[in-house]
């Protein structure tokens, strides 16, 4: 089971931290990521970290802006946004999938879902 919160509305240049806090298995062999979908957009891929190693890996869009990090001991995971442009508006999921080596870019590599929080910029 996956939860996220720490959405909210923030000007542009501002900054959020979500978590997504997770339970009911061990997740030593998986991959986690943030996904986002605005309104009448498809889910798109923000950012992944592997549970038990760390690897991170970004889109080139919020490449240097986000940071994704991981706290085994807390069972969670965080998603820092800096920077914020009123185009990262969106639902933002968590999401967890048992690791296979790859990127892990798409939806269809993620097992479980958390419910989402939305963040919204304004310009």
């Known amino acids: 089971q996956l939860q996220a919160s720490g959405g909210g509305l923030v000007q542009a240049g501002g900054s959020l931290r979500l978590s997504c806090v997770v339970s009911g298995r061990t997740y030593g062999t998986y991959v986690m990521g943030w996904f986002r979908q605005a309104p009448g957009k498809e889910r798109e891929f923000v950012a992944r970290?592997?549970?038990?190693?760390?690897?991170?890996y970004y889109p080139d869009s919020v490449k240097g802006r986000f940071t994704i990090s991981r706290d085994t001991a807390k069972n969670t995971m965080y998603l820092q946004m800096n920077d914020l442009k009123p185009e990262d508006t969106a639902v933002y999921y968590c999401?967890?999938?048992?690791?296979?080596?790859?990127?892990?870019?798409?939806?269809?590599?993620?097992?479980?879902w958390g419910q989402g929080t939305e963040v919204t910029v304004s310009s």
């Open positions: 970290i592997t549970w038990s190693g760390g690897s991170t």
């Open positions: 999401a967890a999938g048992r690791y296979t080596g790859g990127y892990h870019l798409l939806p269809t590599g993620y097992d479980y």
